[in-house]
């Protein structure tokens, strides 16, 4: 009876939660408050400007060893604050030009064991300076200092072999500076269902590596004392690469070939001295490649593969002076899997295989690395995380880098990597820099 | 089921069909609605300027602003997207080639400035977040009508003052649930236009609740669309994140280039 008393309350009760559940619900229908729903652009401005300032600090981990680096001991490895600015200028559809420069300061340097921060190194870089011209909608030219980057492969420049790469502090660079510009004429041709580039370049130069002295220096074993190296020209100036490349339902081909200057440093000569002077130079070699991809489902198969003529080796005995030279063929296959919501997981295993291999070359006749990332995004991609493990080929070392990013809004982005280092090999490319792990922290504004 | 094929039409296949088709409609079972909602004058090609703003339980909002192109071509509808702002994303660009034939598989692209280089992208996962939206790919799509259970729940219900029904959806396969991230749907489709103009969408993961609202409708170039599209997304009954998609300008069957979809033009930006 007492329930019967009470069951009209029960379902007024009832009825009283669902309605307010309907009402609550209602509220997500409710129209949202915005700060600004009328900054839209409405068609690219003619003109702009933008840019990053960052400020960056990094710690080393542990003592490097010497003589890999002035620092000595764990402690603040670098503080340095960098501006980049880009111009963009499209005067109209068919005509446009970009111009971006870096300049960065550090504030503080190493000198035989003690922190200085009196003396500030400055820095300006050149980064983009081209102009773009559309034919009719057909022929795309792109005249000046620019990137053109091809190619499947992460771990080795297998096709993608137009830009150097950024040496100088190995795993560290961000993704817009690891390779660096050079000047070039472009040109992109459609014609049925097939694309045909071609890239003049006129002095592209090497990898860019760290200098004489610094961490990641190639030569640091080499005392200053003992030997002098001098930079000197290629024989030739220009490069000439092409690619032809095919999209088709599924999946992407293309077909690399060139003669061009390896990016690769070369000791070419030997001038007898005190000390002795060793000039270090390109080689002239061609590739031949091919490079493709493959979508199915979740899951995306990438490779990479391309016979290098006349590749610049180091040789096991440093003093014999000029480098040899060895055709090789270099190759990676890597599969990528992006099925897990906001992950996207890649394993790409590399190769390279030396031809005419002779027991005076330091390198492996076969050579093996690998190049694994997990990239994961959250908090509606507020927060991107990305985790990186590079074997470098020919057991040189592995690079391991955890990075995060937290985008406080779109202007403002707060970051820190940890780079690890790690070689176990005397003769392995890292192992004077196993002792540079480092953690890094920095700010950037975006405009 | 196109829960969200209005937000289709922001990459040119708006949903709406027009005011002739609509005069008949009134005793149609739940899949004859969804077909007609479905069976949309999308227009030939689309190009739109839009903003998408993203806005987090603490209200903190992050602003995007995107050019789309899009264009239909039978068999297969193209569409490149260009960002416009903000600055770290700035030239960034993602193409699609979506073919009619389901057994093919969708091409996408995408071309990061920082990299300077176009990577193919496996797309087949589409119940991820669209550009860190509330909104995932398989919304943006709309995906296929066939795929899922509909019952009408009831036949007028107004919406901003417009006649309404009411429909629920459900997924037919766990094969569907998992291409799009949805369990089952309740959403409004209004009667003169067919246009859905509100949804209840569960969410497998996490359990969580989308809410979805399409704002001021009108007609541009003989084609319906919503200038306004907004998602919010819940869990336990809490906002958790919304977005909000707004059209700035939309021009429909205007002449584009072809070679506006091709891989190489991501390059060359907007």
Redesign the interface.
């Given at each position: 009876m007492c329930t019967a008393l009470y069951r009209p309350v029960w379902r007024a009760a009832l009825l009283l939660i669902l309605h307010s559940t309907a009402v609550l619900a209602d509220d997500f229908f409710a129209d949202i408050p915005t700060e600004d729903q009328s900054s839209a652009v409405t068609e690219r401005q003619r003109l702009s400007v933008t840019g990053e300032l960052s400020q960056d600090l990094s710690y080393g981990l542990a003592a490097p060893l010497p003589p890999a680096s002035h620092r000595d001991q764990a402690g603040i490895d670098s503080l340095s604050q960098r501006l980049r600015l880009q111009l963009t200028a499209k005067p109209n559809d068919w005509l446009s030009a970009r111009m971006s420069a870096t300049t960065s300061v550090e504030w503080a340097s190493w000198d035989n064991g003690e922190l200085d921060f009196s003396d500030n190194e400055t820095d300006l870089e050149l980064k983009d300076a081209y102009a773009d011209a559309a034919l009719g909608n057909k022929v795309w030219l792109r005249a000046g200092n620019q990137i053109i980057a091809w190619g499947e492969a992460k771990g080795l420049a297998i096709t993608d072999v137009i830009n150097p790469r950024d040496s100088t502090k190995p795993g560290q660079a961000e993704l817009e500076d690891i390779r660096v510009q050079v000047p070039a004429l472009y040109a992109s041709f459609p014609s049925e269902d097939l694309f045909t580039e071609l890239a003049f370049t006129w002095d592209a130069g090497g990898i860019k590596y760290a200098a004489r002295g610094e961490a990641f220096d190639p030569f640091i074993t080499v005392p200053k004392t003992s030997a002098q190296f001098v930079d000197v020209p290629p024989e030739k100036h220009w490069e000439l690469i092409g690619r032809v490349s095919v999209n088709f339902n599924g999946g992407d081909l293309s077909i690399v070939a060139g003669d061009l200057n390896w990016d690769g440093i070369s000791a070419v000569k030997l001038i007898p001295d005190s000390p002795s002077r060793i000039e270090l130079g390109q080689v002239r070699g061609q590739v031949l490649g091919f490079s493709g991809n493959r979508a199915q489902g979740n899951w995306l198969i990438r490779f990479d593969v391309a016979q290098q003529w006349n590749k610049p080796l180091w040789s096991a005995d440093v003093t014999q002076i000029p480098w040899d030279t060895r055709d090789q063929t270099l190759y990676a296959i890597a599969a990528e899997y992006s099925g897990i919501s906001d992950w996207l997981i890649s394993f790409e295993l590399d190769g390279i295989q030396t031809h005419q291999h002779t027991p005076e070359l330091a390198v492996e006749k076969w050579q093996s690395g690998y190049f694994a990332r997990a990239h994961w995004a959250t908090l509606n991609e507020r927060l991107l995380t990305q985790f990186v493990v590079n074997g470098l080929p020919g057991d040189n070392g592995r690079i391991t880098r955890l990075s995060l990013q937290y985008q406080w809004s779109d202007a403002l982005h707060l970051n820190t990597d940890l780079v690890l280092y790690d070689a176990r090999e005397t003769e392995a490319l890292l192992y004077n820099y196993r002792n540079q792990d480092l953690m890094r922290l920095s700010v950037s504004y975006f405009f | 089921m196109s829960h969200l094929s209005v937000l289709a039409g922001i990459f040119g296949f708006f949903t709406l069909l027009t005011a002739p088709i609509a005069a008949k409609a009134e005793s149609f079972t739940a899949y004859e609605i969804m077909q007609r909602v479905d069976a949309r004058d999308t227009g030939k090609t689309a190009v739109s300027?839009?903003?998408l703003?993203?806005?987090?339980k603490r209200d903190?909002?992050?602003?995007r602003?995107l050019?789309f192109f899009s264009k239909d071509y039978g068999e297969v509808e193209k569409r490149i997207s260009f960002f416009?702002?903000?600055?770290?994303v700035?030239d960034t660009a993602y193409l699609s080639?979506e073919?009619e034939d389901e057994s093919?598989?969708i091409?996408?692209w995408l071309y990061?400035?920082?990299?300077?280089?176009v990577n193919?992208?496996?797309?087949?996962?589409r119940?991820?977040?669209f550009?860190?939206?509330?909104f995932t790919y398989s919304d943006i799509d709309g995906p296929k009508i066939d795929d899922f259970e509909y019952t009408l729940i009831n036949d007028s219900d107004p919406v901003d003052g417009v006649d309404c029904w009411v429909l629920e959806s459900t997924p037919k396969t766990e094969a569907v649930v998992r291409k799009t991230?949805y369990t089952h749907s309740r959403f409004w489709v209004r009667k003169d236009n067919f246009m859905q103009v509100?949804s209840?969408i569960n969410v497998k993961?996490g359990k969580r609740i989308k809410?979805f609202?399409a704002?001021d409708i009108e007609l541009v170039d003989g084609i319906w669309i919503a200038r306004k599209l907004?998602m919010?997304t819940?869990r336990n009954?809490k906002?958790q994140?919304?977005s909000?998609f707004?059209v700035?300008?939309v021009t429909f069957n205007q002449e584009i280039?072809d070679?506006i979809f091709?891989?190489?033009f991501m390059q060359?930006?907007?």
């Open positions: - | 300027h839009n903003t703003i993203l806005i987090d903190r909002q992050r602003v602003t050019k416009l702002k903000p600055a770290d700035r080639h073919w093919r598989e091409d996408s990061l400035p920082a990299l300077q280089k193919r992208i496996a797309a087949a996962d119940s991820s977040a550009m860190g939206s509330d991230g509100k209840i993961k809410f609202m704002r907004q919010v819940t009954n906002r994140h919304s909000l707004i700035d300008d280039e070679s091709e891989v190489q060359r930006g907007s």
